[in-house]
């Protein structure tokens, strides 16, 4: 589980049209006019014009300008201060992604680095993950692999010390590809993930090096680049241990997310199967949890998002089986164990699934919790992913289908104020 073309909004984007977007909404009803609405706040109208429109933001004296204007009895005040707090938070985001590049940009130049001390912040912060928003991980992983950095700088670390924190600096490195995938940037990712396999071969970390791999898979394939996201999940699988944790059974889930998108669906149901195969061989668990490792659920989550890419029948009946049973294992896990991101994406997937098979009135169902998301809970995969099902339920053959056309409604208003 670099900036694209906008399938992602940043918080701040949220922000401007929340606000804008009731403001224009209790001005038509009140049957104004934006010249009356000037007038009743004593603001120029082609200023209201740019707040309404998104193109500027709204001070405070403004919300309680038109709050007052409007009687809205403090509901667009509280918009607004919900707003001016998502900006504050997305700034502050934006100046710890360009922090954090440049720290990755440097350790992947660097021909030989120091790592810092060994920090357990890290592997707290890669069980956290699954159950928290990726900007605030962002944040920590970034402050945690700053401060390792400047240890090993001014040489405050024993000699034996430095494989462990060369693997905690790439697991760092790990956790900031991660976040800036989830919030929609995959450039920026790859470069923290190129930090991260440096940092694992200066440790001699086959373990690390072939889930670095695997993630560079995964940000291969949210490019779209299906080719490339194969040979790095080739390449991992030729440094992954055959009975060591599950980095075998990741990639060869990765592989089968690869080929079921290039339309080989017999190739992809091998490489599930492979997968299995390979879980059943292990004899050593993950030595890393959280992030690193991977789960039963997360597999059967894995297989339901490959096959949703194929023909449907027999491999979207593999996907609903998959994804419900995904979900029925994390809904009676452990908190730690759980990835709400996952959850979520294996709904919409589950949704996909059904679409495929006809089913309407389950696709509905399935992705209907999703749709109810707060926007900051919406990652840039459900995003994507979200949009694409609603291609799938505006195909003529759903045409006359309510339930497919509400469906889709709610989708497209999910883009329309996020």
């Known amino acids: 589980m670099g900036p694209v073309p906008r399938e992602v909004v940043e918080e701040a984007d949220y922000a401007m049209l929340n606000f804008s977007g009731e403001l224009r909404r209790r001005r038509r009803e009140a049957g104004l006019s934006l010249g009356e609405l000037a007038e009743r706040t004593h603001y120029d109208r082609c200023h209201l014009h740019h707040v ?37 938070e997305a700034a502050a985001s934006r100046q710890t992604r360009a922090a954090a590049l440049a720290a990755s940009q440097d350790l992947g130049a660097l021909v030989e680095i120091d790592i810092a001390e060994l920090h357990a912040g890290a592997v707290e912060t890669a069980i956290d993950y699954l159950a928290a928003r990726p900007g605030p991980m962002m944040n920590r992983a970034h ?16 000699p034996s010390e430095l494989t462990d924190l060369y693997r905690t600096v790439g697991r760092l490195s790990g956790i900031l590809a991660y976040a800036l995938l989830d919030m929609g940037n995959p450039r920026e990712a790859m470069q923290h993930a190129v930090a991260a396999g440096r940092c694992a ?77 390979a879980r059943d061989r292990m004899r050593e668990p993950d030595s890393d949890a959280g992030l690193f490792g991977f789960s039963r659920a997360k597999q059967c989550y894995y297989a339901g998002s ?85 291609g799938m339920l505006s195909a003529p053959r759903y045409d006359g289908n309510r339930t497919a056309a509400e469906t889709v409604e709610a989708i497209r208003a999910l883009g329309a104020h996020g």
Request: aromatic residues 4%; charged residues 30%; proline residues 2%.
């Open 52 to 88: 309404e429109s998104g193109r500027r933001a709204a001070t405070g004296p403004l919300a309680e300008a038109v709050d007052g204007a409007l009687c809205a009895n403090g509901e667009l005040l509280e918009a607004w201060q919900r707003d001016h707090r998502l900006r504050r």
């Open 143 to 158: 402050a945690l692999r700053d401060e390792a950095l400047g240890r090993v700088r001014s040489g405050r670390h024993r």
């Open 201 to 277: 071969a200066f440790a001699g970390d086959t373990g690390l090096a072939a889930w670095v791999a695997g993630t560079q898979s995964l940000i291969a394939r949210f490019q779209g680049d299906f080719d490339l996201a194969l040979h790095y999940a080739r390449g991992g699988l030729r440094r992954a241990g055959s009975r060591q944790g599950t980095g075998e059974a990741r990639l060869r889930c990765g592989e089968a997310q690869c080929l079921a998108n290039l339309g080989d669906s017999r190739g992809a149901n091998r490489a599930l199967n492979a997968a299995e195969d």
């Open 306 to 390: 490959s096959l949703i890419w194929l023909g449907g029948g027999r491999d979207a009946h593999r996907a609903v089986r998959e994804t419900v049973a995904a979900i029925g294992i994390w809904r009676v896990a452990p908190v730690a164990e759980r990835s709400l991101d996952d959850e979520r994406l294996a709904q919409v997937y589950l949704a996909t699934a059904r679409a495929q098979l006809g089913e309407v009135e389950g696709a509905a169902e399935a992705v209907r919790p999703v749709l109810s998301l707060p926007a900051e809970d919406r990652i840039s995969w459900i995003v994507k992913r979200v949009d694409r099902l609603a």
